[in-house]
């Protein structure tokens, strides 16, 4: 059985409609897969109805970004949350409107030194998705400065670019907090992935189990192996969910559907614990 967690389509960063990325799912043989975007379920309708016309399972997600007390950016997957949660929906929307006038800014900067301008950022986004950081990217791939998304990010808009612009998310542990509050299941995205940038310390790993923290997402190609070792034995001590996924972007990421899987027994699990959503279609096994 081949269950991939964690995925993107064009509501958030992705690049494909959320229907799509379940029909390329399917293709690649997957039994079941979840739609995690940034901040919004807004994808989740399309996803349940074309993963029944499939054949698949489909599991609902989001991603909520956050930030640690210590500036360091920090994903959390929600499973099977309730969608129409107020705390929750209040929170994200803070998120988004913060990462728009972010985004507004950041193109003032770059406009500086480079042909691109709103408008042109606006033109890679799909309708209902919030602009962020990605749609910069490809405007300024349209734009012929970098040949990828990828090339952007290590370069122009990296962290530690002038460009640069910091925006609000909720701190983990209150986004963890919130998600079980809704019903769902949260899950630590890539929590080690130093190629990424700075990680949160074993403390911010503490308080966020102690919040209501159920799982560690373990195999993904940004963790590093000596990592996951770690991850998997703080899994155990704190029975904890261990997951793997491909976090799947489309073409916006090199990233392949699947390449990192989750145990059967533990989607199971998880699709016991959510309260606040359900998983649509048979569970695989």
């Not at 299941?185 to 080690?192: L, Q, S």
């Not at 074993?202 to 770690?230: K, Y």
């Not at 990233?255 to 699990?269: I, K, Q, S, Y």
């Amino acid at each position: 059985m081949k269950i991939d967690l964690h995925t993107h389509s064009c509501v958030s960063d992705g690049t494909e409609q959320p229907a799509d990325v379940i029909a390329v799912a399917a293709a690649a043989g997957l039994d079941a897969v979840a739609l995690t975007d940034h901040d919004t379920t807004a994808g989740w309708d399309d996803a349940a109805a074309a993963a029944e016309a499939l054949g698949i399972t489909f599991v609902p997600g989001m991603e909520v970004s956050c930030r640690s007390r210590e500036g360091i950016s920090v994903h959390v997957l929600s499973y099977l949350h309730d969608p129409a949660h107020p705390g929750l929906l209040e929170e994200i929307a803070r998120s988004r409107a913060a990462r728009v006038s972010r985004a507004e800014l950041m193109v003032q900067r770059l406009a500086e030194d480079f042909p691109i301008d709103w408008e042109s950022v606006q033109e890679q986004v799909a309708p209902g998705a919030t602009i962020g950081r990605p749609h910069i990217a490809d405007a300024l791939v349209a734009a012929g400065v970098v040949p990828n998304r990828s090339a952007a990010f290590s370069g122009i808009l990296t962290a530690r670019s002038p460009y640069f612009v910091a925006h609000y998310a909720p701190d983990p542990v209150r986004a963890v907090e919130l998600i079980r509050q809704a019903g769902g299941i949260p899950v630590f995205a890539h929590p080690v992935a130093s190629s990424r940038g700075r990680v949160v310390g074993e403390d911010t790993f503490s308080e966020m189990i102690d919040a209501g923290l159920l799982g560690v997402e373990v195999d993904h190609r940004d963790n590093p192996e000596q990592g996951r070792a770690w991850l998997r034995r703080l899994a155990k001590d704190n029975d904890l969910l261990v997951t793997g996924s491909s976090d799947y972007h489309g073409t916006g990421k090199p990233n392949r559907l699947g390449e990192f899987t989750t145990e059967p027994a533990v989607l199971e699990r998880l699709a016991g614990l959510g309260t606040g959503a359900a998983v649509v279609g048979p569970l695989p096994g």
